[in-house]
């Protein structure tokens, strides 16, 4: 706990860096481009077939006649819009850690490590390919984990519990493996990822909490964050990248203090303890010449 939370306040002071500000501007300039050049090309026919969809099905149709009736045509256009919305939020998530994961980790544990760790040697267990592979592995297995339990988001209770997990456990698979990559060998990072499975998982579950933050401007916003959806895009992906910058560091500051104590306690290991040397005879009076 004394470890978690040390690497906690300090991930906070780096967070505000201007090293580490710098470093997030670029997971931010190409993620908003991404989403509001998406956005930009596909909102008005996501929406569409969304709408087409919906009334195919007579069950929906039934129900989208029952809320124009009920509370006007006005609430009926915003079903749409708000589907759309919600498919397209966890890929906006997903982007914005991959990008920080692949752009600013490595630079964010590179510093840690120089200013905290400067004589902790440099073991290069995972290249950049390796990590990029591991990271697109764990998103595909999240994002089907996602689809998998959406039933579950409609009770409410599991809907504040499942996603929070799933993107935690992404978290730390991706941000366990980028921060170690370069400074442990493949070896340490799995004993380090071992021995401390549940702290980072904890560390992964509070950002996974903080991720969802971003999320609340669409319910505070109501129909106005409908209207202003591309601005409204471009300031979650801003929260989402300050957000995953945190856990980065986070991870960081975390995951080279245990890998520093790991080396500690495998060189006092190493080292034989020579056994105490034997006590040498008593000296005795030489016999003195007649």
């Known amino acids: 706990m004394k470890l978690l939370l040390d690497s906690f306040w300090r991930a906070g002071a780096y967070l505000f860096l201007p090293r580490v500000m710098g470093l997030t501007l670029m997971p931010l300039l190409l993620s908003s481009l991404l989403a ?18 919906l009334e195919g099905w ?18 009926r256009s915003l079903v749409g819009p708000v589907i759309v919305l919600a498919l397209a939020v966890p890929l906006i998530v997903v982007l914005s850690l991959l990008l920080v994961a692949w752009l600013a980790t490595p630079a964010v544990a590179r510093l840690v490590r120089e200013r905290r760790f400067p004589t902790l040697e440099q073991r290069h267990g995972a290249s950049f390919v390796t990590a990029v592979l591991w990271s697109v592995g764990c998103t595909l297995v999240a994002l089907a984990a996602l689809l998998v339990t959406m039933p579950l988001w409609l009770i ?5 519990i499942v996603p929070p997990l799933i993107w935690g456990w992404l978290t730390r698979q991706v941000m366990g493996f980028d921060v170690l990559a370069d400074t442990a060998s493949a070896a340490e990072r799995r004993t380090v990822v071992a021995e401390h499975r549940w702290p980072l998982l904890l560390i992964g579950v509070v950002t996974g909490y903080l991720g969802a933050a971003p999320s609340l401007i669409w319910a505070v916003g109501g129909a106005a964050a409908l209207i202003f959806a591309p601005l409204m895009i471009a300031v979650a992906v801003w929260l989402y990248t300050l957000v995953f910058a945190f856990a980065a560091l986070w991870f960081a500051h975390y995951a080279l203090a245990a890998l520093d104590e790991l080396r500690r306690r495998q060189m006092v290991e190493v080292v034989p303890v020579e056994p105490p040397a034997a006590p040498l005879p008593p000296v005795t009076d030489a016999p003195r010449l007649p």
């Open 156 to 160: 409410p209770p599991l809907v504040l």
């Open 36 to 53: 509001l050049g998406l956005g930009w090309l596909f909102w008005e026919s996501a929406v569409a077939g969304v709408r087409s969809t």
């Open 58 to 75: 007579s069950l929906v149709a039934a129900m989208l006649q029952w809320i124009e009736v009920n509370l006007g045509a006005s609430w």
